[in-house]
């Protein structure tokens, strides 16, 4: 099993930027950020496959959002920009094998999310 870990939440105000953080404990051929707010379905907001760096990023954050990796440590980031009110979820960092998927049944390992709030 790949255990991850996510840190990086908290409050911003709108038009503010937030990175949220990623540790796997072992090697994940595809990690992804997805977000659910209050009454909300999971959405995948942006993937990475880890071999080729290969994106993959939600219409609603496009240009606003940036995910990246640092193989050696593991980690995935996701760079959060030009925050609105309309991004304030729990984020939650995902691990699979399916490309760049961004629908939450391709991922097979969670964290356990950290929380945005934007004002």
């Known amino acids: 099993d790949v255990q991850l870990v996510e840190s990086g939440g908290g409050s911003v105000q709108a038009g503010g930027s937030l990175r949220l953080s990623c540790a796997a404990s072992?090697?994940?051929?595809?990690m992804a950020w997805f977000r659910q707010a209050p009454g909300k379905e999971r959405e995948g907001v942006a993937s990475?496959?880890?071999?080729?760096?290969?994106?993959n990023y939600a219409d609603s954050v496009m240009g606003r959002f940036t995910i990246s990796q640092d193989s050696a440590k593991k980690t995935v980031y996701l760079q959060m920009t030009s925050l609105k009110a309309e991004d304030t979820a729990m984020y939650y960092c995902?691990?699979?094998?399916?490309?760049?998927?961004?629908?939450?049944?391709?991922?097979?390992?969670w964290g356990q999310g950290t929380q945005v709030t934007v004002s």
């Open positions: 995902a691990a699979g094998t399916r490309g760049t998927s961004l629908l939450a049944a391709a991922y097979a390992y």
């Open positions: 990475v496959y880890t071999d080729t760096g290969r994106t």
């Open positions: 072992g090697y994940t051929a595809t």
